[in-house]
């Protein structure tokens, strides 16, 4: 099915210019929309409960930090900008009973409503504005004069101007430079949490740690083996952005290219596939989001260890002594948050 993709020209920045937006929560994509709304010229406050660590951080851009009820009651906008899982929570206490006829409901992410989770009322619009990129970037290029595509969705259409909204919103943080594309909630949760399972992280994080693993354990340096899975998988991929596989076949050695045609397939094999489709049907039948709601609720024991396996692992210590050593890689993640 043909999509639809929005640029600049498409949307009306004056129409989020003249709304009154709260962004509730500011870490990777609040303090990103937060800054670059500002300086597109939004009147934006930050709803952060009190004693959240995140306040020092929205103040010292020189946002106006409320908490989150009062962003909310103040607002005709509030997209909210917190973690999936305590959406509910906050929607429940802090939002809902803030709403107005006309007000308008945005979310990053799909998630809350895709599963049920938040039940908006049927006199606010429902909007969702997910940007294609990690926040701490859809800020960076805003700010290089790039932007990070968005992808664009109405759940509900109170005032009949949904979608005109969320393509200004969508304008104003830089997406629209790239390219906005409509689609749903449920298209754009599914397929967000598939790329993050078993592409993007999940897939790349364990494929770079196997292949460390394999090279270390066969006896070769792990300066090397880092060198070769990790930093130069960027330089690489830097190739499929710019002009996609083809690109990066055209630079490398046609040794690298028979072996990229005739390993690559082995190493993600058809079992790899049907895993892989395992995953997307946990996901469209609900059960990783029971899953991740419920280890949440738990206090996300399973979370913590397995994410602290990922600290531990030797490839961390490698990585950190190198990077040491390249000025220019290690980079703060942001200036701003
Ligand atoms: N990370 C990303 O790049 C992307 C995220 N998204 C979506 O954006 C949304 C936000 O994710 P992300 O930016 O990663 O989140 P982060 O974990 O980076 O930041 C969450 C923010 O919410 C604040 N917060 C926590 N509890 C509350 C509360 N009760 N009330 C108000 N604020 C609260 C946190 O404050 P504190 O400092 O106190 O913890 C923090 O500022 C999610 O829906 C996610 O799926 C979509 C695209 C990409
Ligand atoms: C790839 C992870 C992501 O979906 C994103 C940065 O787009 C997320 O949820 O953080
Ligand atoms: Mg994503
Ligand atoms: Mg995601």
Same mark, same amino acid.
């Given at each position: 099915?043909a999509?639809e993709? !929005?640029y600049?020209?498409d949307?009306?920045?004056?129409i989020i210019?003249?709304?009154?937006?709260?962004?509730?929560g500011?870490?990777?994509?609040?303090h990103?929309?937060?800054?670059?709304?500002?300086d597109?010229?939004?009147d934006v406050?930050?709803g952060?409960?009190?004693g959240?660590?995140?306040?020092?951080?929205?103040?010292?851009?020189?946002?106006?930090?409320?908490?989150?009820?009062?962003?909310s009651?103040?607002?005709?906008?509030i997209?909210i900008?917190?973690?999936?899982t305590?959406?509910r929570? +906050?929607?429940?206490?802090?939002i809902e009973?803030?709403?107005?006829?006309?007000?308008?409901?945005f979310?990053?992410h799909g !998630?809350?409503?895709? *599963?049920?989770?938040?039940?908006?009322?049927?006199?606010?619009?429902v909007?969702?504005?997910?940007?294609k990129g990690?926040?701490?970037?859809?800020?960076?290029?805003?700010?290089?004069?790039?932007?990070?595509?968005?992808? +664009?969705?109405?759940?509900?259409?109170?005032?009949?101007?949904?979608q005109?909204?969320?393509?200004? *919103?969508?304008a104003?943080?830089g997406g629209?430079?790239?390219?906005?594309?409509?689609?749903?909630?449920?298209?754009?949760?599914?397929?967000?949490? !598939?790329?993050e399972?078993a592409v993007?992280?999940?897939?790349?994080?364990?494929?770079?740690?196997?292949? !460390?693993?394999?090279? %270390?354990?066969?006896g070769?340096?792990?300066?090397?083996?880092?060198f070769?899975v990790?930093?130069?998988?960027?330089?690489?991929?830097?190739l499929? *952005?710019?002009?996609?596989?083809?690109r990066?076949?055209?630079?490398?050695?046609d %040794?690298a290219?028979y072996?990229?045609?005739?390993?690559?397939?082995?190493?993600?094999?058809p079992?790899?596939?049907?895993e892989?489709?395992k995953?997307?049907?946990?996901?469209?039948d609900g059960?990783?989001?029971?899953?991740?709601?419920?280890?949440?609720?738990a206090?996300?024991?399973?979370?913590t260890?397995?994410?602290?396996?990922g600290?531990?692992h030797p490839?961390?210590?490698?990585?950190?002594?190198?990077?040491d050593?390249m000025?220019?890689?290690?980079?703060?993640?942001?200036?701003?948050?």
């Amino acid at each position: 099915m043909a999509v639809e993709i !929005f640029y600049d020209d498409d949307a009306d920045l004056s129409i989020i210019q003249g709304r009154k937006v709260a962004v509730i929560g500011y870490g990777s994509q609040g303090h990103a929309h937060s800054l670059s709304l500002r300086d597109s010229g939004v009147d934006v406050r930050i709803g952060l409960p009190e004693g959240s660590k995140s306040r020092a951080k929205a103040e010292e851009q020189g946002l106006r930090v409320l908490t989150p009820a009062e962003a909310s009651d103040e607002a005709d906008l509030i997209m909210i900008l917190a973690p999936d899982t305590k959406q509910r929570a +906050i929607y429940e206490k802090d939002i809902e009973p803030h709403l107005k006829d006309g007000d308008a409901l945005f979310f990053g992410h799909g !998630f809350n409503i895709r *599963y049920d989770l938040i039940k908006p009322p049927a006199n606010v619009d429902v909007a969702m504005v997910a940007p294609k990129g990690p926040g701490h970037l859809v800020r960076r290029q805003f700010v290089d004069g790039k932007g990070v595509p968005a992808l +664009i969705a109405v759940e509900q259409d109170a005032s009949g101007n949904a979608q005109a909204l969320a393509l200004s *919103y969508a304008a104003a943080i830089g997406g629209a430079r790239a390219g906005v594309i409509k689609t749903t909630f449920t298209e754009e949760t599914e397929t967000d949490l !598939f790329g993050e399972q078993a592409v993007l992280c999940g897939g790349a994080s364990a494929l770079v740690q196997t292949g !460390f693993e394999v090279l %270390t354990e066969a006896g070769y340096a792990p300066e090397i083996a880092y060198f070769e899975v990790l930093h130069e998988l960027k330089l690489i991929v830097d190739l499929m *952005y710019e002009g996609g596989i083809a690109r990066q076949r055209y630079s490398i050695s046609d %040794t690298a290219e028979y072996g990229d045609l005739t390993r690559g397939p082995r190493v993600i094999s058809p079992a790899v596939k049907e895993e892989m489709k395992k995953i997307l049907g946990e996901i469209q039948d609900g059960t990783f989001a029971r899953e991740w709601v419920a280890e949440d609720e738990a206090g996300r024991p399973n979370f913590t260890k397995l994410e602290e396996q990922g600290n531990q692992h030797p490839i961390e210590e490698t990585g950190k002594k190198l990077r040491d050593l390249m000025s220019w890689v290690d980079r703060p993640i942001t200036e701003t948050a």
